[in-house]
């Protein structure tokens, strides 16, 4: 056994040492996003419009004429081979082409880009304010462990993870905007060519609720991995050795726990990604996630289509952003674990 | 730093350690006096309280436990009971660690030059010139490359050894009084650890410092300590000079660790054999790793009745070649043969007579019996299975290979973690037997035990393989149990074999550099006993 | 504990996981709090004096003598449409999560099977699947097929097979490499017997704490698609909460009895679930 470990041991650091440039790093982790973007492509075609079963009929609903049916039957090009249809739609959404919408008629890319705005606005104002604070409160406690923040921080954990979302967004609009004290805007609602973040008051909401749901498993995660490092041999050995405590907090803890943070944090960037889609409900923001429900709603299978598109992908840009960052900010991770 | 030369380094007071939950005592109190330049051997099993002991002089006492009374000085200086304060500045400089296991004590993120710089600066030595010079100093004087790139490694990048250089050096870095030394060759191989104590007494002459070295191994202390303290429950029990300890050392348990060393001057006895007869055979066996090969085209005979040893340290591939013989490893070219018959490779495809024919005792007793099943149940399974016998029969089966290997039959009914690691070894040692294999391959199953167990166990396997005619594949990186144990001996260095014979001839003339080595380092610690 | 002889301690891990946590206040809490909701759940269609569509009185009323909890935003009783909610809510809930969690393990285990290379590729493409927002999935099945219930516990199960595959491999491939499965082979057990006997009992505890991980998942995801217009039957709490937040203001009983329910349910849940896990790693603590 121990011959085993040895073995593999070494081939993985040489593997990794050959791997090792950060433009290497990059140009794997890009090539297997584009990978995973095409796997991903292929299952939203495939749920969508190439299973078996017919999606005008569902669309339509079974009061549609024969002729309304035979339209959106050519303008889906169902009349095509799967493949042909496969290819078209997937190289217009390259040329970021996504159709047009087939309650308004209008291109999808349009409806799309100024909500992606305002949903990538929502999740970095959330993830500004939740990394660094996270970030805070998971060491702080991890000082501590079995003290007063440790505890609460594992109790807000236990009741904020367990409530979807929408229900902490309730709780806070009954909180602030409506019942107890109103002093924000219960609605996100803009007018005209007003932008979202013109006025910050209807942000607050949204932005908390995500920070909220979001923040008990990433500072949990960070509490975990600062403890686990504070009571490792290393640290052990540095303080026998005399070194200063908040050295040890800052030069020997902090760089070894921020690798497997990372990993959570870009964890939890997708999670807000999806967490955005109750949330805009919620508070009628208008972003990707209401726009998506609404198009749901009315099985407009073109925008459905598109927005899913952009949201996988923003999911994954924003993985591979993170994780790259990890990577390369505590090289020495890696290698400890061959 | 020393008021006089002759002042002792540290004194520890009446010191009394107990667990804060229960209020048991790991030291009832204790009274030590470490003289200035002496190396100090600490000998203990697990849980005799060595390294609590040594960490106190460091001021530290692990979490859960709690200093009830008592004082300890280093130097003069406080560091356990009253008129203690700033500890921060008497640890790394009047008094300094060197822990067990430096792979995990290196800091990951920083480079080994940072690592000795850091405590330099902590102890006030800020100029980054001194700082660079006095590590370049260190490095060269634990003998490790002395360049700047070495400096700018990572401690991934460095051996075993190497690391365990490092964390010396940094021992070393400020002149300390006292050098606390916990294990710090467990994990090392033979030879490696002969290097490490050298530098160890010669960074002791050198700079004048104390050094209390924690071991379980007695004769590693043996060899190099001026002095030996045998620990147990918490209690000196013996305080001798170590060039004497042979003859001085009084205490029953003392007299039993130095009976439970494997005794170097008997070989084991040799034994009838019927020419050409042999129980095992590799025929060119070459093992791999995907693209790596582990071992090259090793042949090996083991004869009807006798015990071949396979030695080699960790890396050399004697493990995988176990494996092989067992088919638990099955990615190899070349031939494994059990009376002369080719044992398919995996174990899946061998037929049930193939598999009882070999059995295996893994290392890590605990790790090799389902944890859901209790042991009595495993031993019977191998009853049933192999022995072909009902189940009523099996079970009684297992109860006598059960009360043969030395347990009782009550301790049949528990579940693994509920057993001592030795305890757990025979208990795997009797689910081999109950199949009542020919041949009996033996995976380093002493390494993971407490010493004075190990030699229970040896003397257990021996007997057996008397009274059952067991033939055995005895893995090992041990040298000098391989010649009590067994009549040949096979050394095996990066997956080739490099000396194969009696191990008589093998340890008196060994032909290969390597071997040399080995039996060098094995026989500097047996002069000096 | 050396010698050979001295006898082996019985201690307590071998209490059952059951003993342990009714042990533990924070499991009894929660196993209170989760049975004071699912029971009035179940029970409830049958104790509703009205239909839960009928129009009892004015919109948004307070609480009074006939509506104990008021009107909601249409006017129907608040309380009836409660009780008449939950039963296909934690019907459809804890059916996803068992065809989830068994598909993933099968998957999982699978893939610890499969040889090293085709593992990783496989294990790969899965982890793919975990870092795509769930809901997504969930909506572009929606929007096909429609929100029927077949449908909803088919997408909620779906969005369990990623995570739990993953789970169920590493613990797979972590028992299968031990040394006690490899012993079970060279004393001849089958490859079968092997994963009856040796395999699955040790894997089981991981998957157990998975099912109680993926329950609770399978309700919050459940409720937000519900919360989203997403429903089968259009009285689920989560529909409730939408139908009734724009009347927060006059009528806030008729969102928070909801939210309250839920929140009880859902943090009894994790309470129980923490416990669990908290129990087995007592249990196998060695």
């Known amino acids: 056994m121990l011959k085993e470990k040895t073995t593999r041991g070494r081939a993985r650091t040489r593997r990794e040492a050959s791997t090792g440039w950060p433009a290497r790093l990059v140009l794997r982790r890009l090539i297997t996003a584009a990978a995973i973007l095409l796997v991903v492509s292929l299952v939203v075609f495939f749920l969508t419009q190439a299973l078996p079963g017919d999606v005008v009929h569902q669309i339509l609903g079974q009061t549609a004429t024969d002729e309304q049916i035979a339209r959106l039957r050519a303008e889906l090009g169902l009349d095509r081979p799967l493949v042909a249809q496969y290819l078209d739609w997937f190289s217009g959404i390259l040329r970021l082409d996504f159709g047009t919408s087939l309650t308004s008629g209008t291109p999808v890319a349009d409806l799309v880009g100024d909500r992606m705005a305002a949903t990538l606005v929502l999740v970095a104002v959330t993830a500004a304010i939740l990394l660094p604070v996270a970030f805070t409160l998971g060491t702080l406690a991890a000082r501590r462990p079995g003290g007063v923040l440790d505890h609460l921080v594992s109790g807000a954990a236990t009741v904020l993870l367990s409530l979807p979302e929408f229900v902490v967004g309730i709780l806070l609009v009954l909180l602030l905007a409506t019942n107890i004290w109103p002093v924000l805007p219960p609605t996100s609602v803009v007018s005209g060519n007003q932008r979202v ?18 923040m008990p498993y990433l500072t949990e995660s960070v509490k975990t991995a600062v403890r686990d490092e504070l009571a490792s041999d290393h640290i052990r050995w540095a303080r026998l050795s005399g070194i200063g405590e908040r050295r040890i907090l800052l030069r020997h803890a902090l760089p070894n726990a921020v690798g497997p943070s990372l990993q959570v944090s870009a964890m939890t960037l997708t999670y807000l990604l999806g967490g955005t889609v109750t949330i805009e409900v919620v508070f009628a923001y208008p972003g990707l996630g209401s726009a998506l429900v609404s198009a749901v709603a009315d099985r407009d299978v073109t925008v459905v289509q598109g927005i899913v598109m952009v949201v996988a992908a923003l999911s994954l840009l924003l993985y591979l952003l993170v994780d790259l960052l990890g990577a390369l900010a505590a090289p020495r991770s890696k290698g400890r674990a061959g | 730093m020393t008021p006089t030369a002759d002042a002792p380094r540290a004194e520890i007071r009446d010191l009394r350690i107990v667990v804060r939950a229960s209020g048991e005592a790991v030291v009832p109190g204790i009274d030590l006096t470490v003289e200035a330049g002496r190396i100090v051997g600490l000998a203990g099993e697990t849980g005799s309280g060595k390294s609590t002991l040594g960490l106190s002089l460091l001021g530290y006492v692990a979490p859960g436990l709690d200093v009830r009374a008592g004082t300890v000085r280093v130097n003069g200086q406080p560091v356990v009971g009253e008129g203690v304060q700033n500890l921060r500045s008497v640890r790394g400089r009047t008094v300094s660690y060197v822990p067990q296991d430096p792979s995990s004590a290196l800091n990951p993120s920083l480079r080994v030059g940072d690592i000795v710089r850091e405590v330099m600066a902590a102890h006030g030595v800020l100029d980054r010139g001194a700082q660079r010079r006095r590590a370049q100093e260190l ?6 490359p002395a360049d700047a790139s070495f400096h700018r490694r990572y401690p991934h ?33 033979v030879s490696t650890t002969r290097k490490v104590v050298s530098l160890v007494r010669e960074m002791s002459a050198r700079t004048g410092s104390s050094v209390v070295f924690v071991s379980h191994d007695l004769r590693l202390l043996m060899s190099f300590a001026d002095r030996i303290l045998v620990m147990r ?62 071992t090259h085209a090793v042949s090996l005979r083991v004869p009807t009745g006798e015990c071949l040893a396979l030695v080699g340290e960790s890396g050399s591939g004697k493990t995988t070649l176990a494996r092989c013989v067992a088919g638990f490893h099955s990615d190899y070219d070349g031939d494994v043969l ?50 072909g016998l009902p189940r009523r029969q099996a ?15 009550d301790h049949m009914v528990a579940l693994p973690h509920e057993l001592s690691g030795g305890q757990c070894q025979r208990m795997a040692l009797a689910r081999a037997l109950a199949a009542q294999p020919d041949v009996l391959v033996c995976d380093e199953v002493t390494s993971s035990l407490d010493v004075s167990v190990q030699a229970g166990i040896v003397d257990l396997l021996q007997d057996l393989q008397k009274e059952r005619r067991l033939s055995m594949l005895f893995i090992t990186h041990d040298l000098t149990l391989a010649r009590v144990v067994a009549e040949n001996t096979a050394v095996l260095l990066d997956g080739t074999v490099v000396e194969y014979g009696d191990s008589q001839s093998v340890l008196q003339a060994p032909r290969h550099d390597y071997t040399r080595r080995l039996v060098e380092a094995a ?5 000096q006993m | 504990m050396n010698a050979a002889n001295s006898t082996p301690v019985h201690d307590d891990r071998r209490t059952t996981v059951v003993a342990r946590m009714l042990r533990d206040p924070r499991s009894v809490l929660g196993t209170v709090a989760v049975v004071l909701v699912v029971v009035p759940a179940v029970v409830g269609p049958h104790l509703a004096t009205r239909d839960p569509e009928e129009f009892a009185g004015a919109p948004l009323l307070g609480p009074a003598a006939g509506h104990l909890l008021g009107t909601d935003i249409l006017g129907r009783d608040v309380l009836t449409r409660l009780l008449a909610g939950g039963q296909t809510f934690i019907i459809q809930g804890a059916l996803a999560t068992l065809i989830g969690v068994t598909l993933g393990a099968g998957v999982g285990i699978a893939m610890a099977m499969l040889s090293r290379r085709a593992s990783e590729l496989l294990l790969s493409v899965n982890d793919t699947f975990i870092v795509i927002p769930q809901i997504l999935v969930s909506l572009l099945v929606i929007t096909r097929f429609g929100a029927t219930p077949p449908v909803l516990v088919a997408v909620v199960a779906l969005s369990h097979v990623a995570h739990t595959a993953r789970v ?32 699955l009992p040790n894997v089981l505890p991981v998957l157990l704490v998975e099912l109680g991980v993926r329950l609770a998942a399978s309700f919050v995801l459940l409720a937000s698609l519900n919360f989203l217009g997403f429903g089968s039957s259009g009285l689920e709490w989560g529909r409730m909460i939408e139908e009734n937040k724009g009347g927060l203001a006059v009528q806030p009983l008729a969102v928070m009895a909801p939210v309250l329910v839920m929140a009880v349910f859902l943090i009894g849940m994790n309470l129980v679930r923490d416990g669990a896990s908290r129990a087995l790693a007592a249990r196998s603590a060695r």
């Open chain 2, 233 to 294: 429950g918490g209690e000196i029990v013996e305080d001798v000079p170590a060039s004497r300890f042979a003859e001085a050392a009084t205490h029953p348990y003392s007299r039993k660790l130095l009976a439970s060393l494997p005794d170097t001057t008997t070989l084991a006895p040799r034994r009838y054999r019927r020419a050409g007869t042999y129980a095992l055979e590799l025929a060119a066996v070459s093992a791999r790793y995907g693209k790596t090969t582990a």
């Open chain 2, 157 to 189: 990048e460095l051996s075993g050894g190497q690391k365990q250089r490092v964390a010396i050096a940094v021992a070393f870095a400020l002149d300390p009084a006292v050098v606390v030394m916990d294990e710090p060759t467990t994990g090392l191989d």
């Open chain 2, 523 to 527: 026989q500097a610690t047996h002069d």
């Open chain 2, 139 to 144: 490095f060269s004087a634990v003998g490790l």
């Open chain 1, 197 to 214: 973040w013109d006025d910050p008051r209807l942000m607050v909401l949204p932005v908390l609720t995500l920070v909220l749901t979001a």
């Open chain 2, 395 to 409: 079970w009684s089966r297992a109860r006598e290979m059960v009360e043969r290997v030395g347990l009782r039959a």
């Open chain 3, 168 to 199: 169920a491999r590493a613990a797979t491939s972590h028992v299968a490499s031990s040394d006690y499965v490899l012993a079970a082979a060279g004393i001849g057990l089958s490859r079968r017997r092997i994963a009856a006997h040796e395999l």
């Open chain 2, 338 to 387: 059990v009376a002369d018959a080719v044992l398919p490779r995996a174990v899946e495809r061998r037929a049930l007579a193939q598999r009882r024919a070999v059995q295996y005792v893994f290392q890590n007793p605990h790790a090799s019996l389902n944890p859901r099943r209790s042991v009595g149940d495993s031993v019977a399974l191998a009853a049933a299975t192999l022995g």
